[in-house]
């Protein structure tokens, strides 16, 4: 009974470290706002086997720089925490590689000179991954 129990719950479990780059825009084009790339490092965890369940962590460095002939400060932009992501990923092996784009819900200013809109990105990500 004990052994048929454990085999109902056994779900495959993958861990994913990965590495990969990042690239930011605004959806309202500025000549005073440009974006650069920046990267990101973590990992993330698949729980299923077919259909699976994926949830992760990573830090990132995104980098967008905007220069104001009014003075903006860095207190007139707002932070774009609220983001929705869709992507897909191709696994070879032991090997994966994944891209993801990222829409950004809140504007970045609510200052009536700075209209750079909201922020959108595209993210790719390459690692490995370890079956436990």
Excluded: H
Excluded at 20 to 45: C, E, P
Excluded at 81 to 93: E, H, L, P
Aim: aromatic fraction near 16%; include cysteine; hydrophobic fraction near 40%.
């Amino acid at each position: 009974m004990m052994v048929c129990g454990a085999g109902m719950y056994a779900q495959a479990q993958v861990l994913k470290p990965g590495v990969g780059l990042n690239f930011t825009d605004f959806t309202t084009y500025s000549s005073d706002a440009s974006a650069k790339a920046g990267w990101q490092i973590g990992a993330s965890m698949e729980f299923g086997d077919k259909l699976y369940f994926e949830t992760g962590l990573y830090y990132g460095c995104k980098s967008l720089e905007y220069s104001d002939p009014n003075n903006a400060t860095q207190d007139d932009f707002n932070s774009s925490s609220y983001r929705v992501f869709a992507g897909a990923g191709v696994d070879f092996s032991i090997l994966f590689v994944e891209a993801a784009y990222e829409w950004s819900v809140t504007d970045l200013s609510d200052v009536s000179t700075i209209d750079v809109g909201k922020t959108r990105g595209l993210f790719a990500t390459a690692g490995l991954r370890f079956r436990l």
